[in-house]
């Protein structure tokens, strides 16, 4: 999940831009325009001789991103010809999912799969990703584009499905920043770190489509292609809008079939609290200008989803980690769950899914199985279209809440001997083909976008975003009230019931 509270961002930001301009450095501003034709060719022209330079078009939906060391030039693009809003541009932080390193070898191979950790995915079989694969469906010709942090280059798992003359980074190159930018290419080759790393991206992309290749891990379509669009920091510091708008087009240009964005945030439609906010903090910018930012941003990303649905390209969204109703948070908005042409996925998870495994006087089942909802994963009808596995580090926090090492207390499992709350966690790829234990809905939306890819491939392919919604709600296990509800939406998503 990438941002908690944009808003604060936006609002801080008005202090750092005035500093910069006493200073006479550039500051960044996001633009949207009126059209995508003429008026995109004319506001180039119009930046340059008002004294800026426009850094980055996306010309197919009309917005722009301008720098200019004038002061007061935000003023001087509200009044040029075809332009419609303007926001400050700055880098939105990342809100990390929660994850641990994992080293220790195997004791064995289990659970009808010869990947060597397959016994530990247990989300695989929560969405029935092995009965998908019996029947032949394994994603194969579906492309995903994966918009995050990049993906570990030769990461052994991940390889063979990178298509690697279409991956991209849209961030800038700023050496010798480790890790921020495109220095090295579009995957994650710096080597700023000796060893293994956690690297969002590469977790991500390892439970859509790690590779069947008797090594690590495996994917729910362990045939998909991957195209690694870069738009957030290495080291999952932050993103940049200027690299996730101009990331969603490149996607659906590519004619990629689906768009992973484990990232997204919070942010307040209301103009009073911005306005309590600013005068609380004594922040010297206008609160009726922080709400037209909003509103900028708001509209620059519904431009972005409406172009990829044009193309047929589904786009696949995490819903955030604070925990939150999205029916009952008032004036919160919920980027990007609660946009249109996107489908949002709550995280569920597993309470305890190992302890009858080691422990004589533990219940028969699991405090909780791997279909509960995730006590952090936002949820609500509004912003909620399926759930899917996310992991749980919840016994972990009831461990260290009673004051008990919650890595003290291990169990053995499918032939792992290991902490008890790792098992209810998500093991994926990372960084130097390492492999991390990590939580949260950035890992409950690649597990819906396999499943998404499973689909597809079934279908032949180029599955319109509408259609492709419909058939994953048919084949989608209706858990919690009846219907679309808000932990669920419309169901767990399941890969295996495509294929009955």
Same mark, same amino acid.
């Given at each position: 999940?990438?941002?908690?509270?944009?808003?604060?961002?936006?609002?801080?930001?008005?202090?750092?831009?005035?500093?910069?301009?006493?200073?006479?450095?550039?500051?960044?501003?996001? !633009?949207?325009?009126?059209?995508?034709?003429?008026?995109?060719?004319?506001?180039?022209?119009?930046?340059?001789?008002?004294?800026?330079?426009?850094?980055?078009?996306?010309?197919?939906?009309?917005?722009?991103?301008?720098?200019?060391?004038?002061?007061?030039?935000?003023?001087? =693009?509200?009044?040029?010809?075809?332009?419609?809003? &303007?926001?400050?541009? &700055?880098?939105?932080?990342?809100?990390?999912?929660?994850?641990?390193?994992?080293?220790?070898?195997?004791?064995?191979? !289990?659970?009808?799969?010869?990947?060597?950790?397959?016994?530990?995915?247990?989300?695989?079989?929560?969405?029935?990703?092995?009965?998908?694969?019996?029947?032949?469906?394994?994603?194969?010709?579906?492309?995903?584009?994966?918009?995050?942090?990049?993906?570990?280059?030769?990461?052994?798992? =991940? !390889?063979?499905?990178?298509?690697?003359?279409?991956?991209?980074?849209? =961030?800038?190159?700023?050496?010798?920043?480790?890790?921020?930018?495109?220095?090295?290419? +579009?995957?994650?080759?710096?080597?700023?770190?000796?060893?293994?790393?956690?690297?969002?991206?590469?977790?991500?992309?390892?439970?859509?489509?790690?590779?069947?290749?008797?090594?690590?891990?495996?994917? &729910?379509?362990?045939?998909?292609?991957?195209?690694?669009?870069?738009?957030?920091?290495?080291?999952?510091?932050?993103?940049?809008?200027?690299?996730?708008?101009?990331?969603?087009?490149?996607?659906?240009?590519?004619?990629?079939?689906?768009?992973?964005?484990?990232?997204?945030?919070?942010?307040?439609?209301?103009?009073?609290?911005?306005?309590?906010?600013?005068?609380?903090?004594?922040?010297?910018?206008?609160?009726?200008?922080?709400?037209?930012?909003?509103?900028?941003?708001?509209?620059?990303?519904?431009?972005?989803?409406?172009?990829?649905?044009?193309?047929?390209?589904?786009?696949?969204?995490?819903?955030?980690?604070?925990?939150?109703?999205?029916?009952?948070?008032?004036?919160?908005?919920?980027?990007?769950?609660?946009?249109?042409?996107?489908?949002?996925?709550?995280?569920?998870?597993?309470?305890?899914?190992?302890?009858?495994?080691?422990?004589?006087?533990? +219940?028969?089942?699991?405090?909780?199985?791997?279909?509960?909802?995730?006590?952090?994963?936002?949820?609500?009808?509004?912003?909620?279209?399926?759930?899917?596995?996310?992991?749980?580090?919840?016994?972990?926090?009831?461990?260290?809440?009673?004051?008990?090492?919650?890595?003290?207390? !291990?169990?053995?499992?499918?032939?792992?001997?290991?902490?008890?709350?790792?098992?209810?966690?998500?093991?994926?790829?990372?960084?130097?083909?390492?492999?991390?234990?990590?939580?949260?809905?950035?890992?409950?939306?690649?597990?819906?976008?396999? &499943?998404?890819?499973?689909?597809?491939?079934?279908?032949?392919?180029?599955?319109? +975003?509408?259609?492709?919604?419909?058939?994953?709600?048919?084949?989608?296990?209706?858990?919690?009230?009846?219907?679309?509800?808000?932990?669920?939406?419309?169901?767990?998503?399941?890969?295996?019931?495509?294929?009955?």
């Amino acid at each position: 999940m990438k941002t908690l509270a944009r808003l604060i961002t936006l609002v801080a930001f008005g202090l750092v831009a005035l500093v910069a301009h006493a200073q006479g450095q550039s500051t960044s501003y996001l !633009v949207v325009l009126k059209g995508n034709g003429p008026a995109v060719a004319s506001f180039e022209r119009q930046v340059g001789k008002a004294g800026g330079s426009v850094t980055t078009l996306v010309e197919q939906i009309g917005v722009a991103f301008v720098s200019s060391a004038q002061p007061g030039f935000k003023s001087t =693009l509200q009044k040029l010809r075809g332009v419609q809003s &303007v926001a400050y541009n &700055v880098p939105v932080p990342r809100e990390l999912s929660r994850h641990v390193a994992f080293s220790p070898e195997p004791q064995n191979v !289990v659970g009808g799969s010869d990947e060597t950790f397959a016994a530990l995915m247990w989300g695989l079989d929560a969405v029935n990703a092995p009965q998908a694969w019996a029947a032949g469906a394994t994603g194969a010709g579906v492309r995903v584009a994966v918009l995050d942090s990049g993906i570990d280059h030769d990461n052994l798992d =991940l !390889v063979s499905n990178i298509n690697q003359d279409l991956s991209r980074s849209f =961030l800038p190159c700023q050496e010798p920043a480790p890790g921020f930018g495109n220095c090295d290419g +579009p995957f994650e080759d710096w080597k700023v770190r000796e060893g293994r790393f956690f690297n969002h991206g590469t977790h991500v992309s390892g439970t859509i489509a790690a590779a069947d290749n008797a090594f690590g891990g495996i994917g &729910v379509a362990p045939d998909a292609e991957i195209v690694a669009v870069k738009v957030c920091t290495e080291f999952d510091s932050f993103c940049l809008d200027e690299a996730i708008l101009p990331g969603i087009v490149y996607a659906a240009s590519i004619r990629a079939d689906l768009i992973n964005m484990s990232l997204g945030g919070l942010f307040d439609r209301n103009p009073s609290d911005i306005c309590k906010f600013i005068r609380d903090f004594d922040i010297p910018v206008p609160c009726g200008e922080v709400v037209s930012e909003t509103q900028a941003i708001i509209s620059a990303y519904r431009r972005a989803f409406q172009f990829a649905k044009a193309h047929g390209t589904t786009v696949i969204v995490s819903a955030g980690n604070a925990g939150l109703d999205a029916d009952r948070s008032g004036s919160l908005g919920f980027a990007f769950a609660d946009m249109p042409n996107v489908l949002g996925i709550s995280a569920l998870g597993p309470v305890g899914l190992a302890l009858p495994a080691v422990f004589g006087d533990a +219940p028969d089942a699991p405090l909780a199985g791997p279909d509960t909802l995730a006590d952090y994963s936002n949820h609500g009808r509004s912003i909620i279209d399926f759930g899917a596995p996310g992991g749980s580090f919840q016994l972990a926090d009831e461990q260290a809440a009673l004051g008990q090492d919650p890595f003290a207390s !291990v169990c053995l499992a499918g032939g792992f001997l290991l902490p008890c709350a790792l098992f209810d966690t998500v093991l994926s790829n990372s960084a130097g083909d390492s492999f991390f234990f990590a939580t949260g809905t950035s890992m409950a939306a690649p597990h819906a976008t396999g &499943v998404a890819a499973v689909i597809i491939g079934l279908n032949g392919g180029d599955m319109a +975003p509408e259609r492709l919604r419909t058939a994953m709600k048919r084949y989608a296990d209706d858990l919690g009230q009846p219907g679309h509800d808000k932990d669920f939406g419309d169901g767990r998503v399941n890969a295996g019931a495509a294929t009955e």
